[in-house]
């Protein structure tokens, strides 16, 4: 059997409040296999984002696992964690979070620099990327000069510039127009085409039908999953 | 990876340049005040041990009249206390190596048509030694010339220029002066000895045999009387014991009871010139710290900025460590930017600070030193403070928790 690349189980998150502690995620059970291609959907709140940010290995987990790639994320030292994000994972944010000060080009080449690349290799990287997302023209600029569509088009370049095997986007389009979250979209399509896995989250129907499997969240759980198969039901149970 | 992480630490001082200005600022002040505080304290330091090795060493004056209470008893009118066989009685001292006895007048110099005032000495030949007073042209007078005051005399270098121009120390040797209207030869050319710890210059004076000094220049004085004594002994160690020495011989010899008052005094030249050493020492120390104080001032300013900067990138960092940066990555960055901070702002202030020092040299001839030991210290210190003050902003930027960070507004 294949492993999986995302193996979440009996996954629990609460948020330290104030308040006391205010329960987030309630036991999500998730396989992702690789060259999956994932939508997940869910009303405001019931902690899509949250369930991203953990496998993205930005925040982590109160209660359960999560096994990236046959790694436990739990055990490993900080500087393992880096590295994952560096390599491991390309993350698309739904506000872009492009460095304001920092060229389009830099801002792509920017997680080569954590990964040790040589410059001008860095910047062939960056340049060959920026291309691919069709901004070539644009390298110099910055990215208050460009539409938001394009800064997530960078976003994404920079993302795939230390050529991770997974993909993870909160709410891509979400600050976008429809013809652009089609452009956004045809880009994601193509990079699962290549092999790519991918987990998005969105709040419409017709951007989640891209994906060959859409999940469901409610109230911190996973109410709905098309691709869940037997294999992975089962091993969630385990 | 170093050389991108320079790089961005250099974009993000031009990022805000009137803040990184103002950081800087602080830094630039405090360098520039320690290298110059440093340079003129070092100089002083330097022309107080320039004077003394002038003077000579292990030295002790002896004067006439009573010892000088408050000031205000001089003994000038009075007839000198001591005389040549006082001085003949000390040299037989233990620890004694050399007695000069001195006289001291002024005169007027003439030759052709230049003339000059002058100080004139007239003591014995052992005064040279004593005073490590050496020629740099001619030969020095001997004891028989003060035996039978010969009319012979060596010039000082600022004599010599006035007299017979720049330069001319051989010129000068053999040529007959007028010293009050009697003609004297030039015997020798005194090497130059620069100021004393007052500033006097030691090169306007004429040496001149004490006999000689005493029949022929300065004329009705008690026959073999002087004002001054001078005593070199062997060596530091028996300083305080020739002291004692001197001190008994004359009581002895003047008939001077115990507690009465002396006629005399005995003074350590050495130590009153090892405490103007050290009064410079500690001067120059002083101004050092008061300088540091700035560069502390300086220091903390960088922290405060590096604080504010820390805080408004806060998205920048959690940014950063989304897309794979390691701890101490971010912490490296920021602790770049501060060191960058104080090692910019401490070039600047070498810079001021040299030439500062150098202005204060010209304009007020006071001697300066800058040692590159001084910049050296400057430039550490400041490296050292970017990285002590910068250390704590900086940690605190590489602690934060990538998506608070990326959640901060
Ligand atoms: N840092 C936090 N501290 C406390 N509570 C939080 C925090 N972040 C999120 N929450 C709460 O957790 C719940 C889930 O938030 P999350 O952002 O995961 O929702 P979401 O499904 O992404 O919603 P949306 O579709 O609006 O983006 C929300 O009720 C939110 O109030
Ligand atoms: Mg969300």
Known sequence: MQQPVISVKHLYKAYRTSAGDFPVLKDVNLQVLRGDYVAIMGPSGSGKSTFMNILGCLDMPTAGSYVLDGYAVATMPADQVAKVRNQTIGFVFQGFNLLARASLLDNVALPLVYAGVSKEERHARARVLLEKVGLNKHMHSHPNQISGGQQQRVAIARALVNQPRLILADEPTGNLDSTTSEEIMAIFDCLNQEGITIVLVTHETDIAEHAKRQVRFLDGKIVQDTGASASSAENANV | ?409
């Open chain 2, 1 to 409: 990876m170093f050389s991108a992480m320079l790089g961005e630490a250099w974009h993000a001082m031009g990022a805000n340049r009137l803040r990184t200005f103002l950081t800087m600022l602080g830094m630039v002040i405090g360098v520039s005040a320690v290298v110059l505080m440093m340079a003129i304290g070092q100089g002083a330091e330097a022309s107080v041990k320039r004077s003394i090795s002038a003077m000579g060493s292990h030295l002790f004056v002896v004067l006439s009249g009573p010892p000088r209470m408050g000031g205000a008893r001089t003994a000038t009118g009075n007839a000198p206390s001591l005389n040549v066989r006082d001085a003949n009685a000390m040299s037989e001292l233990y620890g004694v190596v050399g007695v000069a006895p001195v006289t001291m007048g002024k005169g007027q110099i003439v030759y052709a048509s230049n003339n000059w005032n002058t100080d004139i000495i007239g003591t014995t030949p052992e005064y040279m030694d004593i005073r490590g007073w050496r020629l740099s042209a001619g030969y020095p007078f001997s004891s028989s010339d003060t035996r039978s005051a010969t009319r012979v005399a060596l010039l000082g270098k600022t004599v010599v220029q006035n007299l017979f121009g720049e330069d001319a120390d051989i010129d000068a040797v053999g040529k007959t002066i007028r010293i009050n209207q009697r003609p004297f030869v030039v015997l020798g050319v005194l090497e130059s000895k620069g100021q004393t710890l007052d500033g006097r210059d030691q090169d306007d004076t004429i040496i001149v045999p004490l006999t000689t000094a005493q029949r022929k220049l300065f004329g009705n004085q008690l026959p073999g009387t002087v004002r001054q004594i001078m005593v070199q002994a062997e060596s530091d160690s028996v300083m305080g014991m020739v002291e004692e020495a001197l001190n008994s011989l004359l009581n002895q010899r003047h008939n001077i009871r115990e507690g009465a008052d002396s006629d005399f005094s005995v003074r350590n030249l050495t130590a009153i010139a090892n405490s103007a050493a050290e009064t410079a020492r500690t001067m120059s120390l002083l101004l050092g710290a008061i300088a540091s104080v700035s560069l502390l001032v300086g220091g903390i300013g960088i922290m405060n900025i590096m604080l504010v900067s820390v805080t408004e990138r806060t998205r920048e960092i959690g940014i950063r460590m989304a897309i794979g940066a390691r701890e101490r990555d971010i912490l490296l960055q920021f602790l770049l930017e501060a060191i960058m901070i104080s090692i910019v702002g401490c070039l600047i202030g070498i810079l001021i600070g040299v030439s500062g020092a150098i202005l204060v040299s010209v304009f007020t001839q006071a001697e300066v030193i800058i040692s590159s030991a001084s910049v050296l210290i400057a430039f550490s210190v400041a490296a050292s403070i970017g990285v002590f003050f910068g250390f704590y902003p900086a940690r605190k930027a590489a602690r934060l928790n990538p998506i608070e960070a990326l959640r901060y507004q």
